[in-house]
């Protein structure tokens, strides 16, 4: 029997408590390679040190991201609790192979993820029986679109879901949408011949980006480690592909246990389009928190956490 539990958090802010690192001693940590459509795609497996042959947990980026900007913090965090975890790079972006570079194609990033799947399950010591889809902002969109095509997969981990372009770019404004597609055309007419015509990834308010919500720049930047190469920039075509990517129309297909988490305060995903999905999923548990868009992977990140471990367990 299908259920729904709403669990909100309107509670006052308290002191702020930093994300915790585990120790070392608690998992082991090996890069690992798939193929996706001839291209490769490189991530990090993380095995927990027990128990034996545990379940495990395939998760990405979101927009724009690579697999070092925070993620590493919530795999060390599941292993530590016994999961193993498959965190991977998108082709286009990070060590994986694939050019343009940072090139944001939904449907290119869903066939990475299935490919993800697929090595997961036959990875050496884990539970490939047992796979959680875990996805933050662009990626969770991406794990529900997964998991509603994907009977086997026995859990999914949605955070602040983008589960609709069209709804996203028309609180952009007519303005916002017709210079996406202008510059959107132009980045595939130009790089017929003389490469990508890029746009910002994250701006500020009065910047043209794919992102340009109020705090955005500011926070995508604080999780980019010190040394990386990644540039805050993508091919313009990739937003011509944001009005057709709607995760939201197909999940009523999602069969396993769903925990969607969503923020008050989010100017980036609409928490009115993560309630629409929650209505959705026939097993579903929402969390609204009182966050913004990266609230739940800075100072809210252990109360977070805490309820994304306990979802598992009791699902798993």
């Known amino acids: 029997m299908s259920h729904t539990r709403s669990l909100v958090d309107d509670a006052e802010d308290t002191d702020d408590v930093s994300p915790r690192r585990p120790s070392r001693e ?4 090996v890069r690992v390679r798939f ?7 490189v991530g990090w497996l993380y095995r927990p040190d027990r128990p034996e042959n545990p379940p495990i947990v ?21 292993a530590e609790h016994g999961y193993a975890v498959l965190l991977f790079d998108y082709r286009h972006f990070g060590d994986s192979e694939g050019e343009p570079r940072n090139l944001v194609s939904p449907s290119r990033q869903v066939a990475d993820w299935r490919e993800a799947v697929a090595a997961a399950r ?7 029986s047992t796979v959680v889809l875990w996805g933050y902002s662009f990626a969770g969109g991406h794990a529900l679109s997964v998991a509603a095509e994907d009977p086997r997969i026995s859990a999914v981990v949605a955070i602040a879901p983008f589960v609709d372009g069209r709804a996203a770019l028309k609180s952009n404004g007519i303005k916002y949408s017709l210079k996406a597609v202008a510059l959107g055309l132009r980045d595939k007419i130009q790089s017929l011949v003389l490469g990508p015509y890029t746009v910002p990834i994250v701006g500020d308010p009065d910047e043209f980006a ?12 604080d999780l980019v480690p010190t040394g990386s190469d990644w540039d805050n920039e993508c091919p313009a075509r990739s937003l011509l592909a944001l009005p057709g990517y709607r995760p939201a129309t197909t999940a009523e297909d999602i069969r396993c246990p769903t925990l969607l988490v969503g923020g008050t305060d989010d100017d980036v995903v609409s928490l009115s389009t993560i309630e629409s999905v929650a209505d959705s999923v026939p097993d579903v548990t929402y969390l609204r928190l009182q966050s913004d868009h990266f609230g739940y992977i800075d100072d809210q990140f252990e109360e977070c956490l805490s309820h994304q471990l306990a979802f598992l367990d009791a699902n798993l």
Do not use: H, W
Request: hydrophobic fraction near 35%; proline fraction near 6%.
């Open 210 to 221: 794919v992102i340009n919500q109020p705090g955005a720049k500011a926070g995508v930047f």
């Open 26 to 29: 608690s998992f082991s940590k």
């Open 35 to 41: 193929d996706s459509d001839g291209e490769e795609c």
């Open 58 to 78: 395939v998760m990405a980026p979101g927009f724009g991201a690579e697999r070092t900007f925070g993620y590493p913090l919530v795999a060390e965090r599941l």
């Open 122 to 128: 036959d990875f050496d010591d884990v539970d490939g």
